[in-house]
């Protein structure tokens, strides 16, 4: 009986503090607020005892609000040679805070670590995902992981995500008094609170109570709002390669004599070819782009995530013999055949995305930068190479890797560039649709359309389609019911401005709507933008990550029987992100009419939120608008 009643209250006091803990009731509603989880409490302690011996150890608890929160709590471990799970262990419990379900470390699934694009992959990783029914629900774990080089220090991002609220969370780094280190924090009010053990000194972060953010249109990447904060000793060690560095130019110097260096080893057969290839043009710009043709005809694109933790390319030499490589391995292989032209080029590390982001100018590091691309600098006209696409055109980069700082790796040492940016006026669609209006009710004819700037791949996709698939793909980007397309043909045109230039024969049924005497037809059949919701109280600045302008002309012929007098239309609207405009009128028995919309790239006022919020309803309205068409008796 006394053991009954012992082992009652153990259990009482255990759901007391469960309660306490991680009941979903104690959560501020402050931090319920907008968010789909709420980490309840983080501790992230990182000692380095050595350049090769780094210990990460985490405990961690996020409740989990709704469905959508599922994502965020998956625990995913990464491991490779140069690291090792040493433990994990971890508890789910309910929205009261009771244990329902206990995490070892045979709860994971050991799969490899592949993005969904890379062909060889020698990282791995080890992930949990706990299949809710019931929420919300909180998961607590713990792990460690030995890190066996110190180039990537694990970093402290509390709130990720702008779904993710935060009760309370710190990160400690340790390592031995003396040790130079460089930090970089984002968004961190505040310093680190400083201590001493007797062989280690630690800097230690902590945040509480910060809420989920309001996510609005036009804005930044989240990750530029995050709390965050990156350290990195100066003196590095990685897959045995030593070193130090306290600026991009001395991390480029690092990255060429331990990553690129004796790459290039292409023989004196390759050299020769290079000569053939090469002796009909007259300067090294026209031998360079019949280099970026042969590499485009000779290899493929295979994504490679292994060797030096991904960093270090394959030699040319494996290039040249199996004909193919990631972005490092290609680059590397054009830059040897450059040399072979006496043509100088930069290896260039970036970070590639739609969303234009930078290399961090005050602190070089090895985590910016997931891409490699290729620059020559020719004399006043600086060429850029996407080593990668077998269809870009010679020195054209698209919305991949524009308009960003990039770093260049040379035997000199790293020199920060910027690759080229579009502005509106380069980033045109313009499009031509010629038809006849049939039987009072359907459209047919013809449609072409060129794709300029960071719009060269707007239909890239279709363009590489067999035959068979491109009338589906472009019932998809046309996206007008009864649409059907026939005679489709695609050309790259590359002549000083490069464009794809699309020309279809098209066929759409019942696309007026008849009523006794009149037809009504849309007076925007192929492109329209965008509205936006009104928010009376706008937070963050109104981001526009590029800009665009789309032009349509449309042309059609109207059969007798239909009142060609109709007044012209004409209505322009304009603000600080943009303008617009949209004529119509009869001529010739022809309908036409013409549209233009351009957006500005750029960072504005929150205040002028309302203005553009306007402006894109007019935009919408003016498109969703119908032509009314008499029909004669």
Partial sequence: MKYIVLSFLAFLSFYSRAQSSYAVQSIPQELKSRAAVTVRHESIYVE???????????????????????????????????????????????????????????????????????????????????????????????????????????????????????????????????????????????????????????????????????????????????????????????????????????????????????????????????????????????????????????????????????????????????????????????????????????????????????????????????????????????????????????????????????????QEGGKVLRTPAYDEKQNKQVRFAKLKLTNLSGLEGTLETNFFGTQYDNHMSIFRSNNTDKPKLLAKAYDINNISFSDITYQKVDDGTPYVHENIAIQIANIATKTSNKIMLPSNLFNSYINIQRNENRQQNIYINRGFTDQDSVEIALPENINKRMLPMKKEFSCEMGSYSFTARIEDDKLISNRILTIKQGSYDPKLYGTFQEFLKLVSQTDKGRFSLEIMP
């Fill in 48 to 410: 380095m005892r050595s350049e090769n011996d780094v210990t990460q150890k985490v405990k961690k608890a996020i409740t989990v609000h709704n469905k959508s929160g599922d994502y965020y709590a998956y625990i995913p471990l990464y491991y490779d040679k140069s690291s090792v799970i040493k433990s994990v262990k971890g508890i789910i419990y309910d929205e009261f805070g009771l244990p329902i379900k206990k995490i070892n470390l045979k709860d994971f699934v050991d799969i490899s670590a592949a993005d969904g694009f890379s062909m060889f992959v020698d990282s791995r990783l080890k992930l949990y995902q706990y299949d809710a029914i019931h929420y919300p629900y909180t998961i607590a774990f713990e792990y460690e992981i030995q890190h066996k080089q110190s180039l990537m220090i694990p970093t402290w991002n509390p709130n990720f995500s702008a779904q993710v609220s935060v009760e309370q969370s710190d990160y400690t780094f340790a390592a031995a008094p003396g040790l130079k280190i460089r930090t970089h924090t984002q968004n961190f009010a505040g310093e680190p609170v400083l201590s001493n053990t007797d062989k280690l000194q630690l800097q230690k972060w902590e945040v509480k109570n910060v809420p989920a953010v309001k996510e609005e249109n036009f804005t930044r990447s989240f990750r530029e709002q995050a709390i965050k904060v990156d350290i990195l000793p100066q003196r590095i060690s990685y897959y045995g390669r030593a070193g130090s560095f306290d600026n991009w130019e001395e991390f480029g110097k690092w990255y060429y004599d331990f990553l690129l260096k004796g790459k290039q080893n292409l023989d004196e057969g390759v050299r020769a070819k290079v000569a053939s290839l090469t002796k009909d043009c007259e300067t090294d710009k026209e031998k360079a782009k019949v280099l970026y043709k042969y590499l485009q005809d000779k290899t493929r694109y295979v994504s490679i995530q292994i060797g030096i933790g991904g960093l270090e390319p394959f030699p040319a030499s494996d290039v040249e013999k199996y004909g193919y490589g990631d972005c490092k391995a290609l680059v590397n292989y054009m830059q040897n055949l450059l040399t072979f032209a006496d043509i100088p080029s930069y290896y260039c590390i970036v970070e590639a995305g739609s969303e234009k982001e930078s290399l961090r100018l005050d602190y070089a590091n090895a985590r910016d930068g997931n891409h490699i691309i290729l620059c020559i600098p020719f004399e006043n006209d600086t060429t850029w190479l996407e080593c990668t696409s077998q269809e870009k055109p010679f020195g054209f980069l698209g919305d991949f890797t524009d308009d960003r700082l990039v770093l260049a790796c040379t």
